[in-house]
C-alpha cells in the first residue's frame, strides 16, 4: 500500500477572491466541543501544562495537559485553565491509576478527557475508554494514537467521541525509526476519517 505524507503533498495554487481574515476556521473537535481555530497542544511535558493551555485556549484552540504529574499537580493545571473560564483537556493512562485520574480530573471540570496512549488500538485503551464512558456518560473522551481504519473504529465502538490519529509522525518521535512501526500521516488520517465520518465522529 502506498503511503502519503505531509513531505508528499503540496496544495496547487489558483485563482481566488478569499480574503484570509474571513476564513471560516472552527471546527468540531466532538460532537460537543467547537473550537474556533482547529489546533490542540501536544499532551507531552514539555509542551502543555496549563500556561500553554491557557493560551491555547485564547487562542481558540484546546491544550491537552500531559499525564506526567502527580494527579494532584495535574489537577491544579486543569483548575487554573477552568479558573479563567477556558476550555481544558488532559491526559490519562489505562488501568486503575488512569480511571482514578479520569475521575479527579472529571470532578474538577475538565471538558475532554483524553486516554492518550502510543497505541491506541489495544485492549488496555479500549478497556479505559468504556470505564470512563460507563462511569460518566456525559464526559467527552478522546482515544489515541491510531494510525489504521481497523483501529479507530475500535475506539468508536469503545465509545470515543474523538479519535487521535498517529503513530510516529512528530518531530521529536523516534517510534518509527526505533520500533519500525507508523502510518504516514496523511494516509493514517485518510484511512481514520473513513471509520469516524461513518460514525459522525
Known amino acids: 500500500m502506498l503511503g502519503l505524507t505531509y513531505d508528499d503533498v503540496l496544495l496547487l495554487p489558483d485563482a481566488s477572491d478569499v480574503v484570509p481574515s474571513e476564513v471560516e476556521t472552527s471546527t468540531q473537535l466532538t460532537r460537543n466541543i467547537r473550537l474556533s481555530v482547529p489546533l490542540v497542544s501536544s499532551a507531552m511535558d514539555t509542551v502543555t501544562e496549563s500556561a500553554m493551555a491557557i493560551a491555547m485556549a485564547r487562542a481558540g484552540g484546546i491544550g491537552i495537559i500531559h499525564r506526567n504529574l502527580a494527579v494532584d499537580e495535574q489537577v491544579t493545571h486543569v483548575k487554573l485553565v477552568k479558573g479563567a473560564s ?8 489505562v488501568g486503575d491509576d488512569g480511571f482514578e485520574r479520569a475521575q479527579a480530573l472529571i470532578d474538577v471540570g475538565v471538558d475532554v478527557v483524553v486516554v492518550d496512549t502510543a497505541h491506541g488500538h489495544h485492549r488496555a485503551v479500549l478497556d479505559a475508554i468504556e470505564r470512563i464512558k460507563k462511569a460518566f456518560p456525559e464526559q467527552e473522551v478522546i482515544g489515541g494514537n491510531v494510525a489504521t481504519r481497523a483501529g479507530a473504529q475500535a475506539l468508536i465502538n ?3 467521541d474523538a479519535v487521535k490519529v498517529g503513530v510516529g509522525p512528530g518531530s521529536i518521535c523516534t517510534t518509527r525509526v526505533v520500533a519500525g512501526v507508523g502510518v504516514p500521516q496523511i494516509t493514517a488520517i485518510m484511512e481514520a476519517a473513513k471509520a469516524c465520518l461513518k460514525s459522525d465522529v
Not at 86 to 93: R, S
Request: no cysteine.
Open 158 to 160: 469503545a465509545g470515543a
Open 86 to 93: 477556558l476550555l481544558a483537556g488532559a491526559a490519562v493512562g
